[in-house]
């Protein structure tokens, strides 16, 4: 009986690790395809994205705000920006303001 706990256990980490680890490697995707056309590649913005009101996320405005803030932003849109909120998970949009923190 200990033998096949053991097996479940390890079946359930591995899969909880697995689900965590494909979450961290999909979100430069998830930028990419919801992000990158307003943001750029590296988080200065495109020329489309200026036209709309983008700003690089090495801004100073944008650079002090919080990941709190970003979620905010990304969930129900600012100007000219999109609300996500039903588009992406709460987590994926967590994901992306991480992401965006580390770009600044």
Do not use: W
């Not at 033998?3 to 697995?18: E, K, N, S, W």
């Not at 961290?24 to 020329?47: E, F, M």
Request: proline share 4%; with cysteine.
């Amino acid at each position: 009986m200990r033998f096949y706990r053991l097996i479940a256990t390890i079946g359930l980490a591995a899969l909880f690790t697995t689900s965590l680890l494909g979450a961290d490697a999909k979100t430069p995707d998830l930028y990419k395809s919801k992000c990158q056309g307003c943001h750029g590649v590296t988080g200065k913005a495109t020329v489309i994205g200026k036209k709309l009101g983008a700003k690089d996320f090495s801004d100073p405005d944008v650079a002090k705000m919080s990941e709190a803030d970003l979620v905010k932003i990304t969930t129900d849109g600012k100007a000219k920006m999109p609300p996500y909120k039903g588009k992406l998970t709460d987590d994926q949009i967590k994901d992306l303001a991480k992401y965006i923190r580390e770009m600044k």
